[in-house]
């Protein structure tokens, strides 16, 4: 399959910093990252680079949806000139592997959507995304204990009983530290997006994730919001891990649409 199909990774205030940001910058594919607009002097532009339609056409595509080292690679560049055009102006990220024929079905895209573009890119502004994730750290469940380490049928009861009771205590803990955060982040944070726990590889670390939520947060208030989420823990078996500061993923799809990840998994990215 021959030709080149444009990719699109943001759209974003075309602020001088932005061309300065991307100036340069490797796309997907390599290539250079050029802004497109719907008109020339629009205030809202789109990044973009070409890739190869060999690659990034419809049957293509989701063959290497399948490649997870495929994925990767792309993820790591696309985030990357996200990243790179947040240092200048406010970014509304699109999703992975978003494609057009060229840049014209772009510009018309702009065009369609501009006064959305617009609104969203104004609620995001000097905004950053925070990822909080909560961990019970409880016994291991009791029917993985062996049964000849409790000695005698009574003991063995008596065993889960302590275990099951280890347990109900530790998500109680856990209960209450949720609410206390949810409390202290909501004083700082503007808007929050709740994400399924993560499990199997994407969980990080000791414990089971209950918590996984994506806070947007003021510039201004990025520090009070750490301290103030870290210290609304404090409950023993509790952990929290809070990420950030991110391009804001999962506030920047249209309300119809599912959130999109954080590069830290936090649904980040």
């Known amino acids: 399959m021959n030709g080149t199909l444009a990719y699109v990774y943001a759209v974003a205030r ?8 991307v100036a340069d910058l490797p796309g ?14 629009d205030d809202v532009a789109a990044l973009v680079s070409d890739v190869t339609a060999a690659d990034f056409a419809e ?37 992975l592997a978003t494609v057009y024929l060229d840049d014209d079905r772009v510009r018309a895209m702009l065009a369609a959507h501009r006064r959305a573009f617009a609104d969203r890119l104004d609620r995001l502004a000097r905004h950053t995304e925070w990822g909080v994730k909560l961990y019970v750290e409880a016994p291991a469940r009791e029917e993985q204990q062996p049964a000849a380490a409790a000695g005698t ?3 063995y ?3 889960r009983r302590a ?13 209450g530290a949720a609410a206390r955060v949810e409390e202290a982040a909501r004083g700082h944070a503007v808007d929050r997006v709740r994400h399924r726990p993560q499990q199997g590889t994407l969980a990080r670390g000791p414990g089971e994730n209950i918590v996984n939520d994506a806070y947007l947060v003021p510039q201004r208030e990025a520090e009070a919001f750490r301290e103030d989420v870290t210290r609304a823990v404090a409950a023993q078996g509790v952990r929290v891990e809070i990420t950030g500061p991110w391009v804001p993923y999962s506030f920047a799809a ?5 959130p999109r990840q954080a590069p830290d998994g936090t649904t980040g990215p």
Do not use: F, I
């Open 163 to 175: 275990q099951r009771g280890s347990r109900e205590d530790a998500y109680r803990a856990a209960q």
């Open 59 to 95: 049957e293509p595509l989701k063959r290497h949806m399948e490649d997870l080292d495929w994925l990767e690679t792309v993820a790591r560049a696309h985030h990357g000139v996200v990243e790179a055009a947040a240092q200048g102006t406010t970014v509304l990220p699109l999703r």
């Open 28 to 41: 997907v594919s390599g290539g250079p990252v050029r802004l497109v607009r719907a008109e020339p002097g």
């Open 157 to 159: 009861l008596r065993m």
């Open 153 to 155: 049928g009574r003991d």
């Open 254 to 258: 249209p309300p119809s649409e599912e």
């Open 14 to 21: 075309d602020l001088p910093a932005l061309a300065a940001s």
